[in-house]
């Protein structure tokens, strides 16, 4: 009787032990197919999140392209440059104009006196002559600044009268950067020159 109980304990054991296997088996089968479909479904998230924000830019850049501001602002850069038009060109001439006017005014008078009681002018010498050439050297203008200047007056949509009138103010305001240290005094060469000069004048006297 005790051999026979034995035999069950041994039975039940060895399938409660098949049955504990089969279960963890099962358990670990569960696991993995619960891995592989969580990974499923982000891998399907992720997909449809790109899916989502490519169809988004698509979309952005195709009312990026269909905006007339973005068609217009492309066929100008397609466009060639265009050629001077004929208010540009009035205006270039009325500024070169008002340029010989400039020159004509900025150079000396040598005409002969109307009035008896007043003295007639003298004759320029050539320090007169280099401190004109000086002061006229100092006004700084060129085609391609008139023609700059023109063709922003002409773009923003100035009459070519006023535009002749604001092109004669400007001609001559500009100076080149070189004037800016060609002009600026030295007070280190005069103090050395009025040094020098009182040394002179000490030696004279001495003398």
Do not use: C, W
């Amino acid at each position: 009787m005790s051999e026979e109980l034995d035999d069950i304990g041994r039975e039940t054991a060895a399938m409660m032990k098949t049955m504990l296997q089969i279960a963890t088996l099962v358990a670990l089968k569960t696991r993995e197919r619960g891995q592989k479909e969580a990974e499923a479904r982000a891998k399907l998230t992720e997909a449809k999140i790109k899916e989502a924000r490519e169809a988004q830019i698509r979309e952005a850049r195709e009312s990026k392209s269909k905006d007339p501001r973005n068609i217009e602002l492309a066929q100008l850069i397609s466009r060639p440059a265009p050629e001077k038009t004929l208010g540009q060109e009035k205006v270039m001439g009325l500024a070169q104009q008002a340029t010989a006017t400039v020159e004509r005014e900025s150079m000396p008078y040598r005409g002969v006196s109307l009035h008896k009681d007043r003295p007639s002018l003298p004759a320029p010498t050539g320090g007169s002559v280099a401190a004109a050439a000086a002061k006229a050297a100092i006004r700084y203008d060129s085609p391609e600044r008139r023609a700059a200047l023109a063709a922003h007056l002409a773009k923003i949509g100035i009459a070519p009268e006023i535009a002749a009138v604001r092109m004669f103010m400007e001609i001559g305001q500009a100076k080149p950067p070189i004037e800016a240290i060609r002009t600026r005094p030295e007070p280190g060469l005069e103090i050395l020159t009025g040094k020098d000069q009182e040394r002179t004048r000490g030696l004279e006297r001495t003398r």
